[in-house]
């Protein structure tokens, strides 16, 4: 009967083997196309590492996806130069393009110009912040080393910002499913939250000067 259930019931090193190149898959993937929600999937995968017993596990998931989170921007990154350099563009970077709004890619050239790649560390953080910041280092026409630089830090700390999210959840339950809730929770909240402050910001601003 006990092998039965085991046989049922997948190890933490199956587990592993399947839920690392998935997560690293999903980030990479999330990166270039940005409509998965990549953090949520940090803070989840987070979460189900703080429960395991295996050593090692939260620092998998820290270092799995950081590196495809880097990995994918550079992609995209290097789609978007290469796009710069057609004469008839690509669709890559009319992607990038289309979600980087004229206002936020403005804050974005003033803020690349103030401080550098610096910029990159906090447009991974702030909500929506990564593609107008991207943008505007394809406009400045920043190499792609340098970019890549600039993105490392970036990419690790936004990984550890969301696994913290995920241990903030995992540890308020016993049970793995509620942590994974818990964290996806939070990182809708630490994502919308600034977005609806700043749409509020406008409108009290905009009834002000009405």
């Known amino acids: 009967m006990l092998d039965a259930v085991t046989q049922v019931v997948p190890t933490e090193s199956t587990q592993q083997a399947v839920g690392y190149p998935t997560l690293f898959l999903l980030v990479a993937v999330g990166a270039l196309v940005p409509v998965i929600p990549t953090g949520a999937l940090v803070s989840s995968a987070a979460v189900v590492a703080f429960h395991q017993t295996a050593p ?4 998998l998931v820290f270092l799995v996806s950081s590196l495809a989170a880097f990995l994918g921007d ?3 990154y290097w789609l978007g130069r290469r796009g710069m350099h057609s004469k008839n563009g690509s669709r890559w970077l009319e992607a990038i393009r289309s979600r980087a709004p004229q206002e936020r890619l403005e804050q974005a050239q003033e803020k690349l110009a103030d401080h550098g790649v610096l910029v990159l560390v906090l447009s991974r953080l702030v909500p929506a ?3 107008p910041v991207m943008l505007a280092c394809l406009m400045a026409k920043m190499p792609l080393r340098r970019f890549a630089r600039g993105d490392i830090p970036a990419c ?6 969301y696994q913290v999210i995920g241990i903030l959840g995992g540890s308020l339950f016993k049970e793995p499913w509620q942590g994974v809730v818990a964290a996806v929770v939070l990182t809708v909240v630490v994502s919308t939250a600034p977005l609806l402050w700043r749409k509020a910001v406008r409108r009290l601003s905009g009834s002000q000067h009405a």
């Open 56 to 59: 090692f596990s939260l620092l």
């Open 74 to 76: 550079v992609a995209l």
């Open 129 to 131: 912040g990564r593609i």
């Open 156 to 161: 690790l700390a936004w990984a550890l910002t």
